[in-house]
């Protein structure tokens, strides 16, 4: 993302000339870069901080602030070599910054850092998503175990007396083998049979 077209093709050279993507997307400025962000989510983003419409503070912000996209490395590419500007765009949460002109081979390898950081994030995810099934869930059957009842449980009576509605739930042995413990429920309410 550069308001330079010449700047966005030399990037583009590089980084293709290097292995490292298959596919780039080039944006002028920001604005559309978050447009284009919203549509088509994508594994890396370079930018510039002086663009027209929107620079790279407010983008990165604007990034930032969606849970959705805030995973997504930035490295800051400019001109600005000033330190505050460096210190402001890491603290906005860029993973770098690279000014120009800048060596290839240097952003070749900044690019290849995030890509490998990205890969062991996105693992680190898939790994805990797995072992949380797997605390929930019981190895033989892939039912829900008794782990995930009492937190399931718990949350609907906390959410009933946020609510202040009635709670309550129905209690089945099948193999009559085990006992069940139950949280105490503060605010019981009796319920007439029905008929």
Do not use: W
Not at 9 to 15: A, G, K, N
Not at 43 to 61: A, N, T, W
Not at 154 to 161: D, H, L, Q, T, W
């Amino acid at each position: 993302m550069d308001d330079s077209a010449n700047q966005r093709e030399f990037i583009v050279q590089t980084l293709e000339a290097s292995d490292i993507y298959g596919q780039y997307v080039e944006i002028r400025n920001g604005l559309e870069g978050f447009k284009s962000l919203l549509n088509a989510p994508v594994d890396l983003i370079i930018c510039d901080l002086e663009m027209p419409q929107m620079d790279g503070f407010k983008f990165i912000r604007m990034v930032k602030a969606r849970p959705d996209l805030r995973d997504i490395p930035i490295i800051i590419l400019t001109s600005n070599q000033n330190d505050e500007s460096k210190i402001k765009g890491l603290e906005l949460g860029a993973c770098d910054y690279v000014t120009k002109p800048f060596n290839p081979r240097e952003l070749v390898a900044r690019v290849n850092t995030q890509v490998r950081i990205l890969q062991l994030q996105n693992e680190l995810k898939r790994s805990n998503l797995l072992f949380e099934q797997l605390s929930y869930t019981d190895d033989l059957t892939g039912l829900f175990n008794r782990r995930y009842m009492m937190k399931a449980l718990n949350g609907e009576i906390n959410r009933a007396k946020r609510s202040g509605q009635i709670f309550s739930f129905i209690l089945l042995d099948l193999d009559f083998s085990r006992t069940l413990m139950i949280p105490t429920v503060t605010r019981m309410e009796t319920v007439s049979s029905l008929p």
